[in-house]
């Protein structure tokens, strides 16, 4: 059977889009042919991404969205589907990472926004967009967990419970939806340079990040794309409940 990873005449939507790993993501769904609905709460930032890719010939819809909140979901892919009549592709990449010594110091404030915006909005923003999937019988899913999701230390705890949450919701809704011929699937993807990992990699303790990697280096602009369409493709026929980690062996090295 030929392999197809061509997005020609499917449409796409990215959370989190305004920077970062889902800007990047947006971009190359765009490059492999999707037209792009891009969500994230800094519209002035999703319309520059905008205009690169309709200057590349693909159609793209920028819309506000807070994605820890129903209502406002709920108006985006109302947004969307009115636009383009079908979602094929979601990526869920919306997230936030909240720093505190340990337990004690990890607020309760810091725990809902992590939890909120890095598990909570997956399942949000999922629900709405598998009813237009569902009625299609057809959809791919991919949602981003981390690196984090299966190994952990004391000074990101929502985070962490978070990215985790993200693997066993992923698996959840793939058992849920695959006989809609839904394939929900995950990356956890490893260290990348983002607004959210910026204080990190240009920390002095940077070199132990990169030591904790076979490849002994941070992650590239681009090193993603080639797990994420093929998840978002129909080379991806019998893929679902799946987390395919890319982080230049770190986890291997656990």
């Known amino acids: 059977m030929a392999m197809n990873f061509d997005l020609t005449g499917k449409v796409a939507m990215v959370t989190g889009a305004s920077s970062g790993l889902g800007a990047q993501m947006a971009q190359a769904l765009a490059d492999q042919g999707a037209d792009v609905v891009i969500l994230a709460r800094r519209l002035e930032r999703l319309e520059t991404l905008a205009g690169n890719i309709r200057a590349a010939g693909r159609k793209c819809l920028p819309i506000k969205c807070d994605v820890t909140d129903e209502t406002s979901i709920k108006e985006a892919v109302e ?21 505190s010594e340990g337990i004690h110091d990890h607020t309760t404030e ?4 992590v939890l909120d915006t890095d598990l909570k909005a ?17 959809g791919r899913v991919i949602n981003i967990a981390s690196v984090g999701a299966i190994q952990a230390g004391p000074s990101q705890i929502g985070y962490f419970a978070a990215k985790g949450g993200v693997i066993n919701l992923t698996k959840a809704m793939a058992a849920d939806m695959a006989s809609y011929n839904v394939l929900v699937n995950a990356i956890g993807p490893g260290v990348f340079r983002t607004e959210m990992t910026e ?3 240009d920390s002095e303790g940077s070199q132990v990040l990169k030591n904790r990697c076979c490849m002994k280096r941070f992650g590239e602009e681009g090193e993603l794309n080639g797990a994420l369409i093929y998840f978002a493709s129909d080379a991806c026929t019998y893929t679902t409940g799946q987390t395919l980690f890319i982080d230049g062996g770190m986890t291997s090295m656990l």
């Open 122 to 138: 997956v399942f949000l923003v999922t629900r709405e967009v598998s009813r237009l999937m569902k009625k299609q019988n057809y």
């Open 199 to 201: 204080g990190a990699i």
């Open 79 to 99: 947004k969307a589907e009115e636009e383009f009549k079908k979602i094929e592709i979601l990526v869920n990449c919306a997230g936030v990472c909240e720093y």
């Open 110 to 113: 810091q725990w809902d926004k």
